[in-house]
């Protein structure tokens, strides 16, 4: 018998069982729609955070409390305030380039309205270090932080909250029992669904948060290289100048594109993880059909008997349930990669998590689901080939 | 058929020889289904084999149909032992050379009456308007060449058989085996069914080997076996 016989024969069975075939397949097809959902959400997060660390702009350096090992959780800074300057002095070809902050949360309020807003404590050259721009009024200055006035920045979201409708430039916020001048406001960002939202942050100058949360500590410091090419003699620059007074494993100086090896690679496991809890219910898909494929041989026991009487051979009888199996979880895969797709496109669209159907995600999920239905298939369609004639004709 | 070997040209269609057949159902339950069984088929020859239920009758004609092996002795078709034979060449055989008629017809009842009788033609190659020409050929010549599209539940127990008559007749075998073609239906259909299978063997040169209750149908034929207890009692030639 030919393949295309072979598949005709197959097509023709699972007719026959039209609602029986539907709902084995709705098995397979919820198997490859998690996959390819699940897998796009994981891609499209691993794009989202390393887009939005590289959102920060270009040859970035970041210098980092502790070893720069990143699995070890976050590590107690020993950063003051003096070493963001001993870090801009050592920077070859003029000093401006590097910036240090501490983050804090703090409720924020002004004018009966409140909420609870990320402090950034900064130094001047914050904002242009990490690529923000002033939409309104001005930035924090020099002297701001030399004095540690009490003057601040709000991100568009803060702005919008605590002063609806209104220009907040000249009014007050509180921090605490603090009060603060806002002196400008930020360009909009807008939302990411993961990390901070840089929109909902309230800028102050880092001597006034450091008085704000009773600590002066820094918590990490910024440096922007002036190009690709700069980055190195940067990273040892201000490598050395902290060398004096802190010890090795108190600080590392790692570039962008290091953190988002790392950050990628993290999440590129975690993406693979989600495709193998979804591979799970894949496999579940593939055990319903072989189970389908079982009771169907069994009812089929005559109809096996009768074809092998008339001239069937065992790999026909084989191939023909073969490639009912292989029909069945086929047919899963193409219509759950079709929903799984428009699943991740709604997600994309309506949730705040992104998504992103990747090509290998596709490829995966048709070739497990064929190789489920082969695998699953092959018991089922050994035992219909192996059935002996006589025995299969006298089955009731 | 094998027309290179003169020895094996001459041998007759079918012979058994001191064909035995032991069902083993348990450890010490043993059924002597056949207990050295001898005969040949001619070609074109009409056999019937009669005998009382449980003789073996059934036994013996899957044995001649190559759907089973002996447990000892031999069935050769050609003088080729079947024994000696692999899958393929199984399939082969009961493909080319053997046509099934059965007492329960086995159609299969999601399949019109045309596919039915396409269904052995699925297993050897020719294309599929072939195939059609053919079975609505022999769906004609047993009278149903206005039920082509019915399927079994919508035709009677004359027609189902007739249909699996035309089934058996498609590809042009040079054997039919019929186990009780007539047994599931009434006095005057049977007749029809067995008039039409006489019909065949004496128009196409068919060897017809048939089992059967009636007297009338037995003595039809030109040769008469008689089983009992899985032994041959007697052989008659008319
Ligand atoms: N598959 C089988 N397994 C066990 N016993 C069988 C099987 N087929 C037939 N027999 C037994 O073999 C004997 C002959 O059966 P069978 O050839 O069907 O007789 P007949 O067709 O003459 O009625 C009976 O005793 C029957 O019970
Ligand atoms: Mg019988």
């Known amino acids: 018998m030919s393949l295309r016989e072979s598949l005709r024969v197959a097509m023709q069975a699972l007719r026959a069982n039209r609602l029986r075939s539907a709902l084995t397949t709705l098995g397979v097809l919820i198997g490859v729609l998690s996959v390819v959902l699940l897998v796009a959400i994981g891609q499209g997060a691993r794009s989202e955070i390393t887009g939005a660390i590289e959102g920060l702009g270009s040859n970035l350096l970041f210098v980092l409390p502790g070893d720069g090992d990143f699995g070890g959780g976050p590590q107690r800074s020993s950063f003051v305030a003096d070493d963001i300057e001993r870090v801009d002095r050592s920077l070859p070809g003029g000093e401006g380039r590097a910036a240090g902050y501490v983050i804090g949360a703090e409720a924020v309020q002004a004018e009966g309205n409140r909420f609870n807003a990320t402090v950034f404590g900064i130094t001047e050259n914050y904002l242009g270090v990490v690529d923000r721009t002033i939409a309104r009024g001005q930035s924090l200055s020099r002297s701001d932080v030399a004095t540690g006035r009490r003057v601040a920045v709000l991100g568009a979201s803060s702005a919008e909250t605590l002063f609806p409708g209104q220009d907040p430039i000249g009014r007050t916020v509180s921090l605490g029992a603090i009060r603060y001048r806002v002196v400008g406001v930020l360009e909009r960002v807008g939302t990411t669904a993961f990390g901070p939202d840089v929109d909902r942050q309230v800028l102050i100058p880092i001597s006034a948060a450091q008085r704000l949360f009773g600590s002066t500590r820094v918590d990490a410091i910024f440096v922007r290289a002036e190009s690709t090419v700069g980055i190195e003699a940067d990273r040892e620059a201000a490598r050395s100048a902290l060398a004096e007074r802190l010890e090795e494993d108190e600080f590392s100086v790692v570039s962008q594109d290091e953190i988002i090896g790392v950050v990628g690679d993290i999440l590129q496991i975690l993406t693979w993880v989600l495709a193998a809890i979804a591979g799970i219910s894949l496999l579940v898909g593939g055990v319903g059909v072989s189970n389908i494929m079982l009771v169907s041989v069994s009812e089929r026991t005559r109809e096996i008997g009768l074809r092998k009487a008339l001239g069937a051979r065992t790999r026909d009888i084989t191939r023909q349930f073969l490639f009912e199996a292989v029909a069945l979880t086929g047919l899963g895969g193409v219509v759950g990669l079709a929903l799984g797709i428009g699943a991740a496109e709604l997600v994309a669209a309506f949730a705040p998590v992104p998504a992103e159907v990747t090509w290998w995600s596709i490829a995966l999920a048709l070739g497990v689901s064929v190789l489920v239905g082969l695998v699953f298939g092959v018991l089922p369609a050994r035992r219909a080939g192996q059935l002996d004639p006589v025995t299969a004709l006298r089955h009731e | ?238």
């Open chain 2, 1 to 238: 058929m094998s027309g290179q070997d003169p020895a094996v040209d001459d041998a007759p269609l079918l012979t058994a020889d001191d064909v035995t057949r032991v069902y083993t159902l348990g450890r010490d339950n043993e059924v002597h289904a056949l207990r050295g069984v001898s005969f040949t088929v001619d070609r074109g020859e009409h056999v019937a084999i009669v005998g009382s239920s449980g003789s073996g009758k059934s036994t013996l004609l899957n044995l001649l149909g190559a759907l089973d092996r002996p447990t000892s002795g031999h069935v050769r078709y050609h003088g080729r032992d079947v024994r000696d034979m692999d899958d393929a060449e199984l399939a082969r055989l009961r493909n080319g050379s053997i046509g099934f008629v059965f007492q329960s017809f086995q159609l299969l009842p999601r399949l019109t009456a045309l596919d039915n009788v396409i269904l052995p033609l699925v297993y050897r190659s020719s294309s599929p308007r072939e195939r059609r020409e053919r079975a609505t050929a022999a769906l004609e010549q047993v009278g149903l060449a206005d039920r082509i599209t019915h399927r079994p539940g919508e035709l009677s127990g004359g027609q189902q058989q007739r249909v699996a008559i035309a089934r058996a007749l498609v590809t042009e075998p040079a054997l039919l085996l019929a186990d009780e073609p007539t047994g599931n239906l009434d006095t005057r259909t049977g007749e029809e069914i067995m008039t039409l299978l006489e019909e065949l063997h004496r128009d196409r040169g068919t060897a017809l080997v048939v089992i059967t209750h009636e007297a009338e149908v037995a003595a039809r034929a030109a040769r008469r076996i008689e089983l009992r207890d899985g032994r041959i009692v007697t052989e008659v030639a008319a």
